[in-house]
């Protein structure tokens, strides 16, 4: 895989470089009569700046391009990267242009008009079908025409590298093609944790589905030391030790994959830890008013029929950090409860910080971590890292070909 250093010796200047982010943020509208559309997390804006910066500085006309959000294919405003170009602008401290559409007349005449060392955002890549489509040719036809809008190609969206989509597969192959400074980053962390990986290894699983974790679950009950888990995804754990869980979240289909998994680990010799005991409250919490909710703490094997668990006790939060206190290597992907809640936020705050206290090579695994992360006040750089693709280092850890990173590699 070509870096971007090897790119920059061979000069870049003059050239129009695509840059393939992921500017994928959370956007919120302010409570001001006119709407304001606000970026709540920059996370992914901070990230692909060293890339940016590094281009322009050495004379390249760069393209950001990205995806936000889930557009089915056609232009809509709640999906515009507009907000996005802004934040870039202030971050860059030098003027950003922005292209209204991907491929277009604005797309064309906007590179067209870069000089050397300026930088420009087109829209969001998913106002275009082609970007998303499953067939070669719609993707490819999709790709040769942003190839036109460019000589170089940098991926440095990690966080869309698991996806076969027209700018993170189809356009390297049509250009020069090198990897970013994230990209690079992400993939040595991640080689870290796979490949002479420091023990005792110790990971931390949360969030809402545990359809979402169990290939990666799979995986490392033959690599994992010692795995704890919290979220939502507890629940059909839980259940599957016979345990009511009332109204929490539970998915029935999965208990017995579960069970298998539970039996795997006491064979395996890996450490498989859950809650002790759990927040409980009749109904789900409303976040954006963040009214007191007053939860109720009980056992793990107590919920009551009516109550919903959206967060680990207490006596669980100390559990989990004297689990974490000896790791020489930790992998953390998702809340441990409602996080966005302060009634709920305690859990994974303590997971948290269990990290920031630990001697251990810590990877925050990105997507509602790396936000909770952020959201909890923590000093990003306490950690060794915070991933920028959630998806895509659960999918890294499962083993799987990253689209994204196969199409960067010579």
């Known amino acids: 895989m070509k870096t971007i250093d090897e790119l920059l010796a061979e000069g870049v200047a003059g050239k129009r470089v695509f840059v393939r982010a992921d500017l994928n943020v959370p956007l919120e509208t302010g409570g001001d009569p006119a709407g304001t559309v606000a970026i709540a997390d920059d996370g ?90 499953k067939y070669d040719t719609e993707r490819g036809e ?57 023990r005792p290894y110790v990971v931390a699983l949360g969030g809402a589905k545990v359809s979402d974790k169990l290939a990666v679950i799979d995986q490392l009950l033959g690599k994992a030391d010692r795995i704890l888990i919290g979220g939502g995804m507890a629940y059909t754990f839980l259940k599957a030790k016979g345990h009511e869980v009332g109204i929490s979240l539970l998915q029935e289909d999965q208990v017995p994959v579960v069970k298998e998994y539970m039996d795997r680990a006491e064979k395996t010799g890996v450490e498989l830890v859950l809650p002790v005991d759990v927040l409980v409250s009749p109904s ?27 967060d680990i006790g207490p006596a669980t939060r100390k559990l989990y950090a004297s689990k974490l206190a000896d790791a020489a290597t930790v992998f953390w992907n998702g809340p441990m409860g409602v996080f966005e809640h302060p009634d709920y936020a305690e859990g994974t705050k303590e997971v948290a910080q269990a990290l920031v206290d630990s001697p251990a090579f810590t990877v925050v695994g990105g997507g509602d971590s790396a936000a909770a992360v952020r959201l909890l006040g923590f000093d990003e750089n306490a950690f060794g890292h915070i991933s920028t693709g959630g998806g895509a280092s659960l999918e890294y850890l499962e083993g799987k070909t990253l689209p994204g990173l196969a199409a960067l590699e010579d």
């Open 44 to 133: 992914r804006i901070r990230a692909v700046l060293p890339t940016v910066k590094a281009l322009a500085d050495a004379g390249a006309k760069v393209v950001v391009a990205s995806h936000l959000g889930r557009p089915k294919g056609a232009p809509d405003p709640a999906f515009s990267l507009a907000p996005a170009a802004a934040r870039l602008a202030e971050l860059l401290g030098s003027a950003v242009a922005f292209a209204t559409d991907t491929v277009g007349e604005s797309a064309r005449s906007t590179v067209a008009a870069l000089a050397d060392g300026q930088v420009a955002v087109i829209e969001n890549l998913r106002f275009n079908p082609g970007e998303t489509a």
């Open 284 to 310: 789900f919490p409303d976040l954006k008013a963040k009214a007191p909710t007053n939860p109720t703490t009980v056992a793990a094997d107590a919920i009551p029929a009516d109550q919903e668990g959206l």
């Open 142 to 198: 999709f790709a040769d025409r942003l190839a036109a809008l460019a000589d170089v190609y940098v991926g440095d969206g990690f966080g869309a590298v698991h996806r076969k989509h027209a700018s993170v597969y189809d356009l390297p192959a049509r250009l020069p093609h090198a990897a970013g400074f994230l990209i690079a980053t992400e993939v040595g962390v991640l080689k870290k944790l796979t490949e002479d990986v420091k």
